[in-house]
């Protein structure tokens, strides 16, 4: 089977309340491990955005991504996970030779979340094919580098979709314990292993033996470290539970640039609201969703990107992690508008104080 037989408390609880509405699991988790061999070699052009993709897969289609559109991606590594598999990154943007800010986008940093790195393969897909008719999209692409890193956790992707379709974590060794991996959004050095994170390694919130100790989480930080001069914005696709996050989410606190941040975020959600309605909530990750220490967005924020954001995709429970396929584009459809309106946003300058939200306007928000 391709489902855990010993699954932690918080995630078989909502696996239960799950199967009331998914009446058989195994068969919508082989809906989407299903046959695959039709898909392999394909063209970039014959590419299917709306089926979930192996790491194999998605791989080949960055490599083809960068063969095929030279003029605006470059395709390169950052390091190597535990396991050895090289940890991809796509910077698109327009060569030139100006300073240029730039946004980080990653998606896969828990490996169950599958709408995750199929968002970032449709946000590169989108942003290139409609750089000559989109005068926004072109604008955005000739200034401003976007660094698309698809599958952040690969070690655990490719066993959530060998073994445990519910893993989270990444699949390093323990030396006291047989559990594997930790959570790589508990790893950063940020208020490292205090509220929201687990000491112990059994468990899904797992902070690891110090901070950086994934050399996942160390490849981007570094990365992020030697870039953060230009690096304006960080976004971090999840799943699930409908909300746009912000800094912070180990206290309960204002963060300095609260007004341009809550700017962002609300411009964000009502973009995103355009497209079919879909509510999402917004606000400091602490109050809105839980406390949590050492997460990556704290860490971006904390290092002077000051627009850091954690995405949650949908759904609010129903489907939970097994988001069916027919769900990708609208989801994709909708962060697309979010993330295009975050991204806009640096190209203009904020005045801290110069925004109030408007509660009673926008009511659904």
């Not at 989270?168 to 790893?187: E, I």
């Not at 950063?188 to 902070?207: I, L």
């Amino acid at each position: 089977s391709v489902l855990s037989l010993s699954l932690p408390l918080s995630l078989s609880l909502s696996l239960s309340l799950s199967l009331v509405f998914i009446s058989n699991l195994q068969k919508e988790i082989e809906k989407q491990t299903g046959y695959r061999s039709s898909r392999k070699r394909r063209s970039e052009s014959q590419y299917d955005y709306e089926v979930y993709h192996s790491l194999e897969e998605i791989q080949s289609w960055m490599f083809e991504i960068n063969r095929t559109h030279p003029h605006l991606v470059d395709m390169f590594s950052i390091g190597r996970s535990y396991e050895g598999r090289p940890l991809y990154v796509l910077q698109l943007g327009k060569r030139t030779r100006s300073y240029k800010k730039a946004v980080w986008i990653d998606c896969g940093v828990h490996a169950r979340e599958w709408i995750g790195p199929a968002f970032c393969q449709w946000f590169v897909k989108e942003a290139l094919h409609s750089y000559q008719h989109d005068s926004v999209m072109r604008r955005l692409i000739n200034q401003l580098n976007f660094y698309i890193m698809p599958v952040f956790n690969v070690d655990g992707y490719i066993f959530s979709w060998t073994t445990d379709r519910f893993w989270r974590k990444t699949r390093s060794k323990n030396a006291k314990y047989h559990c594997r991996g930790v959570d790589a959004n508990r790893n950063w050095k940020v208020k490292w292993c205090e509220e929201g994170a687990s000491s112990h390694p059994c468990d899904d919130t797992y902070c690891g033996p110090f901070p950086e100790s994934e050399p996942e989480v160390k490849a981007v930080a570094k990365f992020l470290r030697k870039h953060k001069k230009r690096v304006k914005a960080y976004v971090s696709i999840h799943a699930y539970a409908q909300m746009l996050l912000y800094p912070y989410s180990y206290k309960y606190a204002t963060i300095p640039n609260f007004n341009c941040v809550e700017s962002a975020a609300h411009n964000a959600v009502t973009a995103l609201y355009s497209a079919y309605g879909v509510r999402y909530r917004y606000g400091p990750a602490s109050t809105t969703l839980y406390v949590s220490s050492g997460s990556s967005m704290d860490w971006a924020y904390r290092n002077g990107i000051p627009y850091a954001f954690a995405f949650e995709l949908r759904d609010t429970g129903y489907f939970g992690f097994l988001l069916p396929e027919a769900l990708i584009n609208p989801t994709c459809t909708e962060t697309m508008r979010a993330v295009k309106t975050i991204s806009s946003g640096l190209l203009k300058k904020c005045e801290t104080g110069m925004y109030q939200l408007d509660r009673e306007r926008y009511p659904y928000l």
